[in-house]
């Protein structure tokens, strides 16, 4: 006897996964205006249609080389591949249009452009339901201007917030203000309706993408206040645990600066022209400010605030507690970072001779970072340099505890930037003259055998890492028994490693 069983005799936990593989839940967020608009991209060109290839991916999907120059480059997410929510099955039963509705509000991010006017009145025709439901929002209310430029009025402003305070669970939201105030006269047109909402479960909130020290501590205010976070904290007895659990703890904050994986290049406190620890600022954003790549909170870099914002800023606080507090907060920065040093060896030089001689002693990992122009200027013997790469060497043996440094070079992170600067064939003995002028001066210092760990990173002649890394610590010292992945198996983005292992080379970046 055959049992038909139908879907809704299902669990229900194995029908929301279906409904989330059937699409109801993606990684990119949902424009309400623009969602119908999903896949247009390949519908329209004929070429995508035809071709043998598989479908471009999501925008969104884990891909982290494309995270680095998408997040705040992508300003219409709706360019997406990704297909558009399957609405379809909000038109079945009701026990399926409950299950539906409730994962499609929950568990997606929603985007609003305030300053469309589409978009306005369709997020106020959402039900009530659905307000309650949403937990990811995002804003971007526009350039706030003089009121007869602005592209949306005081009162819809006033209506937004007021909607999100009454109808949304704020408890459960996790909300993302956007905005550029040109003057900061008209703060108060965003800021005295934003004081309705409480208690969210955590907000970021940009007022300006240039960086403005006033606009960047009024948008830490209004986070602060939204979520109740704000408050001044009862005291702890941080001094009277025993040292050994308090460097455990320090180890933790932002005294390390680990906001990347190993595989990347600057993984690191990153130290360029040897400029001053206080003046560290990363570059680019960590990614994790906000949920969409459209949107960057990070405070180094816009006048914002995101309680999610990652990026090593140098913790200057730590150092202003006490005596022994800032000692132990500078031992444990020295000791645990790693040292990136990029720029011409002279700013490395100014920079390490800054430092106290005790602190110089706990270092236990640096990585020199050599440009593309050094290839040309170190062969010659009289490039300053050079010289100062001479200099650098020495004082590294003479002031740092070499037993315990784990030192590595690179010269790049792609073979492919060097094939486009040089004709390699002509420069094949320059280049090669370029990597015994970083070797040598190692060399010839027999102290640096005993370092904990040296490994090289060749951008090209990746043949020749082994031959200099023996140069140095002797003939039997092998970097891949000690964890180096061998240049056989690393993607020539990534000089310290690759980041999927399907990404391996067989035979190398050998040129």
Request: aromatic letters at 10%; hydrophobic letters at 40%; charged letters at 25%.
């Amino acid at each position: 006897m055959v049992v038909i069983v139908s879907f809704l005799d299902l669990p229900r936990d194995i029908r929301v996964t279906i409904y989330g593989l059937a699409g109801v839940v993606r990684q990119c967020p949902i424009d309400l205006v623009r969602e119908s608009r999903r896949g247009a991209v390949i519908r329209a060109i004929p070429e995508l249609q035809e071709t043998t290839l598989p479908p471009p991916s999501c925008r969104y999907s884990p891909n982290p080389w494309r995270e680095q120059w998408l997040h705040n480059e992508l300003p219409m997410d709706h360019e997406c591949y990704c297909d558009a929510i399957p609405l379809q099955l909000l038109t079945c039963c009701h026990i399926i249009h409950k299950e539906a509705h409730d994962l499609l509000y929950a568990h997606n991010v929603f985007k609003l452009s305030w300053w469309n006017l589409p978009a306005r009145e369709t997020f106020r025709r959402l039900s009530a339901a659905a307000l309650a439901t949403i937990r990811t929002l995002q804003i971007d209310l526009g350039s706030i201007e003089r009121k007869d430029r602005m592209m949306v009025t005081v009162e819809d402003i006033d209506s937004l917030f007021d909607i999100i305070a009454t109808k949304c669970t704020t408890t459960r939201l996790n909300f993302t203000l956007v905005c550029s105030i040109r003057e900061p006269k008209h703060i108060g047109v965003v800021t005295q309706p934003f004081k309705r909402l409480s208690n969210l479960r955590s907000c970021a909130v940009c007022l300006d993408t240039l960086p403005d020290v006033y606009l960047g501590k009024l948008a830490k205010k209004m986070v602060l206040g939204a979520t109740n976070h704000g408050g001044r904290a009862s005291g702890f007895p941080f001094m009277k645990l025993p040292k050994e659990l308090r460097c455990q703890i320090l180890e933790h904050t932002d005294l390390v600066a680990r906001w990347r994986d190993k595989m990347w290049s600057d993984d690191g406190l990153v130290i360029q022209d040897g400029l001053e620890l206080a003046d560290h600022k990363p570059s680019y954003c960590c990614r994790r400010c906000t949920s969409s790549y459209a949107f960057c909170c990070c405070p180094h870099l816009n006048s914002s605030f995101s309680e999610s914002c990652s990026c090593f800023l140098f913790p200057n606080a730590f150092f202003r507690v006490s005596r022994q507090f800032a000692t132990e907060a500078r031992e444990i920065f020295f000791s645990q970072n790693r040292f990136i040093f990029t720029g011409p060896p002279d700013g490395t030089l100014s920079f390490l001779r800054r430092q106290p001689a005790d602190m110089l002693r706990l270092i236990r990992e640096i990585d020199f970072q050599m440009s593309t122009s050094n290839i040309i200027d170190w062969p010659r013997p009289d490039d300053g340099g050079l010289r100062a790469w001479r200099t650098v060497v020495p004082f590294l043996a003479d002031n740092l505890n070499i037993a315990n440094l784990a030192l590595s070079i690179d010269t790049g992170p792609a073979h492919d930037t060097y094939r486009d600067l040089f004709d390699l064939d002509a420069r094949r003995n320059e280049i090669r003259a370029f990597h015994h002028a970083v070797i040598e001066p190692l060399h010839e210092d027999t102290r640096f055998r005993q370092l904990r760990s040296f490994r090289v990173f060749w951008a090209l002649f990746n043949e020749d890492e082994a031959d200099a890394e023996r140069a140095v610590k002797g003939p039997d010292y092998d970097s891949v028994r000690e964890g180096k992945i061998p240049y056989s198996q690393r993607n020539p983005n990534f000089p310290h490693g690759v980041p999927d292992p399907s990404l391996a080379w067989e035979n190398g970046t050998v040129v």
